[in-house]
T-cell receptor
Framework: DTAVSQTPKYLVTQMGNDKSIKCEQN?????MYWYKQDSKKFLKIMFS???????INETVPNRFSPKSPDKAHLNLHINSLELGDSAVYFC??????????FGSGTRLTVV | KQEVTQIPAALSVPEGENLVLNCSFT??????LQWFRQDPGKGLTSLLL?????REQTSGRLNASLDKSSGRSTLYIAASQPGDSATYLC???????????FGTGTRLKVLA
């Protein structure tokens, strides 16, 4: 199946832990994104990579660090997790001239 | 700075009605606009993509229009069905950027 896939789907962890979310796309797209959807369901961009190069870095705490080993993968590592980091994190990819394709999301709960 | 607003925030209609969802954006220099639906606890499903040079796109019972000069897009749903119940999001890419700015969403409920 051609898609954007994220793992894990659910993540429950304690405050202070470090965790990673992985994203892979097999669509051949050049650009990948991480979005955060908060409790009010508002989607806000966090990062974007184009061909492994960081092109968008919104005002995000530096505890969040994206890593793109190749253009098909964009992982998100979060250090020292806080309660406020609880949200749904969506990965997406896009090819020039076309729209976005989103992953199914990772629901992160920090307790 | 691009801002995207969707009205209404929530809408409840009886099955069979035709309905219109609205999306407004403040900067008319856009590259494209995309409509999505999101079911509870799920990801985003793309519905329609309109490039800046286009005025409308159609897919089945859905029709999306774009008026760049007035900063508006509408999503028309014909003969609504209970399965259309979801949150509908519009997103805009401003010219010269790579990122989508999302609207606040419209929660639609179609009653059987």
């Amino acid at each position: 199946d051609t898609a954007v896939s994220q793992t894990p789907k659910y993540l429950v962890t304690q405050m202070g832990n470090d965790k990673s979310i992985k994203c892979e796309q097999n669509l051949g797209h050049d650009t990948m994104y991480w979005y955060k959807q908060d409790s009010k369901k508002f989607l806000k961009i966090m990062f974007s990579y184009n061909n492994k190069e960081l092109i968008i870095n919104e005002t995000v705490p530096n505890r969040f660090s994206p890593k793109s080993p190749d253009k098909a993968h964009l992982n998100l590592h979060i250090n020292s997790l806080e309660l406020g980091d609880s949200a749904v994190y969506f990965c997406a990819s896009r090819d020039a001239g076309y729209g976005y394709t989103f992953g199914s999301g990772t629901r992160l709960t920090v307790v | 700075k691009q801002e995207v607003t969707q009205i209404p925030a929530a809408l409840s209609v009886p099955e069979g009605e035709n309905l219109v969802l609205n999306c407004s954006f403040t900067d008319s220099a856009i590259y494209n606009l995309q409509w999505f639906r999101q079911d509870p606890g799920k990801g985003l499903t793309s519905l329609l993509l309109i490039q800046s040079s286009q005025r409308e796109q159609t897919s089945g019972r859905l029709n999306a229009s774009l008026d760049k000069s007035s900063g508006r897009s509408t999503l028309y749903i014909a003969a609504s069905q209970p399965g259309d119940s979801a949150t509908y999001l519009c997103a805009v890419t401003s010219s010269g950027t790579y990122k989508y700015i999302f609207g606040t969403g419209t929660r639609l409920k179609v009653l059987a």
